[in-house]
């Protein structure tokens, strides 16, 4: 076994990701390295995504935004399509997701919506990091995932391909 010397930084996160995870260090960064999925990240999918290639392949806080919408999308299609319909009859606020790109531009002639990858779904596009993290949030909690995957998910929009540096959750 080797030793490596890493800031107290990038300790304190490797270590928060293996104890919310339930992961070994060796597999948080195997998996950010690429070089496999860490073993327990099948106990809780998102997280495997979120620290697997494909997801990190992602560079812009919307591409982050919509390749996790995506993926909760094709996951939980009962559950994301009733929090859609629930925003839909909804008589209030700002649409953040629907069913075409007309129905989320007709709220506002300045919105700018994007297609959800792999999906019949739209989402506006021009909302800052911080209400991105916050409407991922009340996706997430509808479907039922705990506070630590939230978090969790909520933090990797906005967070740079730095280990150590992980964006907080908007207060």
Same mark, same amino acid.
């Given at each position: 076994?080797?030793? !490596?010397?890493? +800031?107290?930084?990038?300790?304190?996160?490797?270590?928060?990701?293996?104890?919310?995870?339930?992961?070994?260090?060796?597999?948080?960064?195997?998996?950010?390295?690429?070089?496999?999925?860490?073993?327990?990240?099948?106990?809780?999918?998102?997280?495997?995504?979120?620290?697997?290639?494909?997801?990190?392949?992602?560079?812009?806080?919307?591409?982050?935004?919509?390749?996790?919408?995506?993926? !909760?999308?094709?996951?939980?299609?009962?559950?994301?399509?009733?929090?859609?319909?629930?925003? +839909?009859? +909804?008589? +209030?606020?700002?649409?953040?997701?629907?069913?075409?790109?007309?129905?989320?531009?007709?709220?506002?002639?300045?919105?700018?919506?994007?297609?959800?990858?792999?999906?019949?779904?739209?989402?506006?596009?021009?909302?800052?990091?911080?209400?991105?993290?916050?409407?991922?949030?009340?996706?997430?909690?509808? !479907?039922?995932?705990?506070?630590?995957?939230?978090?969790?998910?909520?933090?990797? !929009?906005?967070?740079?391909?730095?280990?150590?540096?992980?964006?907080?959750?908007?207060?």
């Amino acid at each position: 076994m080797k030793k !490596i010397e890493v +800031s107290d930084e990038v300790y304190e996160t490797l270590k928060k990701l293996t104890t919310d995870f339930h992961q070994s260090p060796n597999d948080v960064l195997a998996g950010l390295l690429n070089l496999g999925i860490a073993s327990n990240a099948a106990d809780e999918p998102l997280v495997g995504y979120l620290l697997g290639g494909e997801f990190r392949t992602k560079f812009s806080d919307a591409d982050k935004y919509l390749a996790i919408l995506g993926w !909760i999308a094709a996951r939980h299609a009962a559950e994301f399509n009733e929090f859609i319909v629930s925003l +839909s009859d +909804s008589t +209030s606020g700002r649409r953040y997701l629907g069913l075409s790109r007309e129905a989320i531009v007709d709220q506002c002639r300045h919105n700018q919506a994007r297609q959800i990858p792999d999906t019949r779904y739209w989402a506006i596009m021009n909302i800052d990091t911080a209400t991105k993290r916050r409407f991922l949030s009340r996706v997430l909690e509808f !479907i039922g995932y705990r506070e630590d995957i939230v978090d969790f998910a909520c933090n990797a !929009i906005g967070m740079r391909h730095t280990l150590g540096r992980t964006a907080r959750p908007p207060v």
